[in-house]
């Protein structure tokens, strides 16, 4: 595999479950993003782990909760999560330092649909 | 924080025709501007970027041009064909944050034959 991959590619749940998204970057990059795409709307950037460092939107409820266990890795947490969450998340890696020149490299995204 | 405008929302030319995207921004600061470009199901793709140092940059038949001043850029495609219909993001990233990009809302370009 090459590239940022995410699973589930789709994925319904109801707003009472538990699940969570995962997103895994084959490009040696040391900053790894979470993006929320919803129709006729920016990019909306939700976390940002850089340098091993989180950054985080403030906007973003904690309903969403993410995980980042090392570089190569991504996680977004969902719980009790409101119909108005549906969208596709976009995960996305760059490099951000030694030369990088910060290009973001995207997933295919997962897009979640709340009952 | 940073803020990026982009018009049109929609765009609709004849093949052939050329085709502009504008966006502003808020941050003075900005140094890096760059526009991903989206099809219908896939993921964005990055296309052509642009640093303040530098005031156009042409890639075939795409170009971005800057406007520092008045803190404004545009994306410019030549010829356009079937295959460029997509939407289109512009972006800009704040000083100081390396890894953190503002896009715009994005304009979807159809080309028709």
């Known amino acids: 595999e090459t590239g940022v991959t995410q699973t589930p590619r789709h994925l319904v749940m109801g707003m009472t479950n538990k699940k969570s998204l995962k997103c895994e970057q084959h490009?040696?990059?040391?900053?790894m993003y979470w993006y929320k795409q919803s129709a006729k709307k920016p990019l909306e950037l939700m976390f940002v782990y850089s340098l091993e460092e989180r950054v985080e939107n403030n906007s973003v409820p904690s309903r969403f909760s993410p995980e980042c266990p090392n570089s190569s890795h991504l996680f977004l947490h969902l719980h009790t999560l409101q119909p108005e969450d549906s969208a596709l998340y976009l995960c996305a890696s760059s490099q951000v330092s030694g030369g990088g020149t910060g290009e973001l490299f995207f997933g295919e995204g997962s897009r979640l649909t709340v009952l | 924080g940073e803020n990026v405008e982009q018009h049109p929302s929609t765009l609709s030319v004849q093949e052939g025709d050329s085709a502009v995207i504008k966006c502003t921004y808020s941050?003075?600061?900005?140094?890096?501007f760059p526009w991903y470009k989206q099809e219908l199901g896939k993921r964005p793709q990055l296309i052509i970027d642009?640093?303040?140092?530098?005031g156009e940059k042409k890639d075939q038949r795409i170009a971005v041009t800057l406007n520092k001043t008045a803190k404004h850029f545009s994306l410019h495609i030549t010829e356009t064909q079937p295959e460029d219909s997509a939407v289109y993001f512009c972006a800009a990233r704040e000083s100081g944050t390396a890894s953190k990009l503002t896009f715009g809302t994005g304009t979807r370009l159809q080309v028709t034959l």
């Open positions: 490009l040696g990059h040391n900053a």
């Open positions: 941050d003075s600061a900005s140094n890096y």
């Open positions: 642009i640093r303040s140092n530098v």
